[in-house]
């Protein structure tokens, strides 16, 4: 969602966990909040910096607190909505700059839905906006500019479209009544 940073730099992977607990739960919903962590990698696109070769990585972590809402939308599947706030820290790593790393404010929002393979494990897809509030430039790199562009900043704050295969699990004995929180 950032051209400047999609064309010079390509993800890698991610990977990210989160622990939550229900504060209020009913019989088939509850409100929650938790805490979790992002790694995200991204290597840069070596001939996209024409005519010089540059070559590293730029690796973002994020620490962030949760709020969710969860509700059965049928016996085997539910629904998550969530909001995300917390910090990001980007670190650039590469060929021309010295190892710096950037940290800003983080918020997303999202939404998944999940299917029950057993009573206290469930995967899901999710979908989600995240921003973070620094913007990718040249200096990041330890560019004066980027190659064939005027702009040196990117002109919005880094911003992902995340869509995840994620599972979730529960850390107890099923119950022997049903489906509970």
């Known amino acids: 969602m950032n051209p400047q940073f999609s064309e010079y730099v390509e993800t890698i992977g991610r990977l990210g966990a989160c622990v939550q607990f229900p504060l209020q739960a009913k019989k088939d919903r509850a409100f929650g909040i938790g805490a979790g962590y992002d790694m995200t990698w991204s290597g840069l696109r070596e001939r996209a910096f024409n005519p010089d070769v540059i070559t590293g990585e730029i690796r973002r972590s994020t620490l962030y607190g ?15 909505l969530f ?23 983080h918020w997303g929002l999202g939404a998944g839905y999940f299917i029950h393979a057993t009573d206290n494990l469930a995967f899901g897809l ?3 906006y995240e921003r973070d509030a620094l913007r990718f430039s040249a200096a990041d790199l330890g560019l004066a500019n980027f190659p064939g562009r005027k702009e040196t900043v990117e002109a919005s704050d880094y911003q992902n479209l995340v869509f995840a295969l994620v599972f979730s699990t529960r ?5 022997d009544t049903g489906r509970s929180w």
Request: proline fraction near 4%; aromatic fraction near 14%.
């Open 126 to 128: 999710t979908m989600a």
């Open 83 to 105: 909001a995300r706030l917390g910090a990001s820290t980007y670190t650039y790593d590469c060929s021309t700059c010295n190892e710096n790393s950037s940290t800003a404010l």
């Open 66 to 80: 949760k709020l969710m809402y969860a509700g059965y939308g049928g016996p085997r599947s539910f629904y998550e």
């Open 171 to 175: 850390l107890r004995k099923a119950p």
